[in-house]
């Protein structure tokens, strides 16, 4: 069974850091690419960040490039997200996504306010 769980999440001050990670379970996750997608209330989900397998190659939304960075540890079977420079714009539910297998996470809530 596929599962995905994230945690990290949380309340931080505006140009605060947090970092997300993703346990993967029940499929070859070192051959899977990982995907980080966000949801702002009444906003559509949209596509943070990407890693392809064995950290290739990573893509980024323009919103968060130079702020936030994704990996993985392979050994771990976790993708991580680290967010930096944190914007209220970046308030949202975050979701750990295995595009291959279709599988989501539950969501972890980040809240960036003061």
């Known amino acids: 069974q596929v599962q995905l769980v994230e945690s990290g999440g949380g309340l931080v001050q505006p140009g605060g850091s947090l970092r997300l990670s993703c346990a993967a379970s029940g499929f070859a996750f070192r051959l899977d690419s990982m995907r980080w997608y966000r949801q702002a209330p009444g906003k559509e989900r949209e596509l943070v960040a990407h890693?392809?397998?064995?950290?290739?190659?990573?893509s980024y939304a323009d919103s968060v490039k130079g702020r936030f960075t994704i990996s993985r540890d392979n050994a771990k079977n976790t993708v991580y997200l680290q967010m930096n420079s944190l914007k209220p714009e970046d308030t949202a539910v975050y979701f750990c996504?295995?595009?291959?297998?279709?599988?989501w996470g539950q969501g972890t809530q980040v809240t960036v306010s003061s």
């Open positions: 890693i392809s397998t064995f950290s290739s190659g990573t």
């Open positions: 996504n295995a595009p291959v297998r279709g599988a």
